[in-house]
């Protein structure tokens, strides 16, 4: 993993990544989340470079979330799949895995955060087949100097990256009122 992050196209066989997003496309169950968080930047997610929201602003991520997807089907793929390649590349026998099942809609985002607190090692799988670079959605990821690495969210896409080696301030671009689908990802938190 170069600086604490890995991007591994093609990770699941193609019919399941598939069957995932068919299933993300026909789920019912989405909880809205609108999140405000007044003090995070102060403690959780503070950090010294002045391109990264300062302690007197708050924290503000819309998403949705299915708690119905995270069994199942998806729990099924992520243990065959997803833990065997985490605790390979992390070198560590990972027993705790905070899976989730996220969508975006038009307007949603992330502000800058890290996800240290949540576990040592992290994911991010996309399941959008069809997706451009200017309808948002965007994983921007801040380095050292005052540069981001940006990373388009690309079907059957898995991004690892190490919370050990880098806290990974990033947030999500806003989803535009002309993307055509939402965005779709299983998130993993693991220690």
């Not at 600086?3 to 699941?12: A, E, T």
């Not at 708690?67 to 065959?80: A, I, K, N, R």
């Not at 576990?119 to 990821?141: F, R």
């Not at 896409?157 to 993307?179: C, G, N």
Request: charged letters at 30%; hydrophobic letters at 35%.
């Amino acid at each position: 993993m170069k600086n604490g992050l890995l991007i591994i196209d093609d990770f699941l066989p193609t019919p399941i990544a598939e069957k995932l997003e068919y299933l993300y496309s026909i789920e019912k169950g989405w909880d809205f989340v609108d999140q405000v968080r007044e003090n995070h930047y102060k403690h959780v997610f503070k950090t010294n470079s002045p391109f990264f929201p300062n302690e007197n602003e708050s924290y503000l991520a819309k998403f949705s979330r299915s708690e119905v997807l995270e069994e199942g089907y998806v729990d099924e793929v992520f243990d065959t799949f997803f833990k065997p390649k985490l605790r390979e590349l992390s070198g560590k026998n990972l027993l705790e895995f905070d899976t989730r099942c996220y969508k975006l809609n038009k307007g949603d985002f992330y502000r800058t955060h890290m996800d240290d607190y949540a576990g040592t090692i992290g994911c991010v799988y996309y399941l959008n087949k069809t997706w451009c670079w200017d309808w948002g959605g965007i994983l921007h990821i801040g380095e050292k100097d005052d540069s981001l690495t940006s990373i388009f969210p690309k079907f059957n896409r898995l991004v690892i990256h190490d919370m050990q080696k880098f806290r990974f301030p990033h947030f999500i671009s806003p989803i535009t009122e002309y993307a055509k689908n939402s965005r779709y990802t299983i998130v993993s938190f693991n220690k």
